[in-house]
């Protein structure tokens, strides 16, 4: 019987995937994935599942949205099992929310399997509690790849919204999103992390302040993720496995 799964993989340490994202994996007919899974998740699959790639670069997209939903509805159609698999959370800026309303109009049977959200793990890997007794009671996850878009009254609720901030998508624009933040109100000095390839083993963080982080962008590419707030500090208590992964290389 046709199904969908559509499947959050985790950040990319395989193992962080859990074992209905792996079940589901293993079932699958076809699996059309994301550029930035942990492609060694992609083994598991059955030696005769057809795999698409999917994924989309910044500024280089692959399959556009609309040929994955297409793609999804007709393999689903054809009898098979598929695997919509997606880093991170399916409905953290997934897309996954869009992808089951297009299989619930076909009256396409589909699941939803949760996964590790990079806003989570990255910044767990860099040793960086996004709440912390004293320090930060409240978290928002934002979308940042347009920060132009956002009228100051909407930066301003961001601000004074939460004690830890979460950037997505957000580092080729994060100068004009510090510049907004201080705007609507927060100091200067708050603590930035902006977390590359978080928890892949070549995973990399920089520290800077809202004022100063600008000046330390160059270190840093897509993926990564921006965590703002004082909890930032306790990098460098908590920081392990950056550490881990130097020590093994040695």
């Known amino acids: 019987?046709?199904?969908v799964y559509i499947v959050g993989a985790g950040p990319g340490d395989k193992e962080l995937?859990?074992?209905?994202?792996?079940?589901?994996?293993?079932?699958?007919?076809?699996?059309?994935?994301?550029?930035?899974?942990?492609?060694?998740?992609l083994n598991y699959a059955k030696e005769d599942c057809e795999l698409i790639f999917c994924g989309k670069k910044p500024k280089l997209h692959g399959l556009i949205q609309e040929?994955?939903?297409?793609?999804?509805?007709?393999?689903?159609?054809?009898?098979?099992?598929?695997?919509?698999?997606?880093?991170?959370?399916?409905?953290?800026?997934?897309?996954g929310g869009e992808e089951g309303q297009v299989l619930r109009v076909e009256n396409i049977p589909f699941e939803i399997v949760p996964g590790i959200t990079s806003g989570i793990s990255a910044a767990?890997?860099?040793?960086?509690?996004?709440?912390?007794?004293?320090i930060s009671g409240s978290v928002s996850f934002v979308n940042?790849?347009?920060?132009?878009?956002?009228?100051?009254?909407?930066?301003e609720h961001i601000a004074k919204g939460a004690d830890t901030l979460c950037f997505y998508m957000g580092v080729r624009h994060f100068p004009k999103t510090a510049q907004y933040l201080i705007n609507a109100g927060l100091n200067p000095d708050t603590p930035v992390a902006?977390?590359?390839?978080?928890?892949f083993s070549h995973q990399k963080t920089v520290i800077g302040t809202l004022e100063n982080i600008?000046?330390?962008?160059?270190?840093?590419?897509?993926?990564?993720?921006?965590?703002?707030?004082?909890?930032?500090?306790?990098?460098?208590?908590?920081?392990?496995?950056?550490?881990?992964?130097?020590?093994?290389?040695?």
């Open 144 to 155: 940042a790849s347009n920060p132009d878009n956002r009228p100051v009254e909407e930066w």
């Open 67 to 95: 040929e994955i939903h297409r793609l999804l509805v007709q393999y689903a159609k054809e009898g098979k099992v598929v695997t919509r698999l997606k880093g991170g959370d399916p409905f953290i800026f997934g897309r």
């Open 124 to 134: 767990a890997y860099a040793g960086i509690p996004l709440t912390h007794r004293g």
């Open 17 to 41: 995937i859990t074992l209905k994202g792996l079940r589901a994996i293993e079932e699958a007919d076809v699996i059309l994935y994301d550029r930035l899974i942990n492609k060694e998740l």
């Open 214 to 250: 600008e000046e330390k962008m160059h270190q840093i590419s897509n993926p990564s993720m921006i965590v703002v707030g004082e909890v930032v500090h306790l990098h460098k208590d908590l920081q392990w496995f950056e550490q881990i992964a130097v020590e093994q290389l040695n």
């Open 1 to 3: 019987m046709s199904k």
């Open 194 to 199: 902006v977390i590359h390839w978080g928890t």
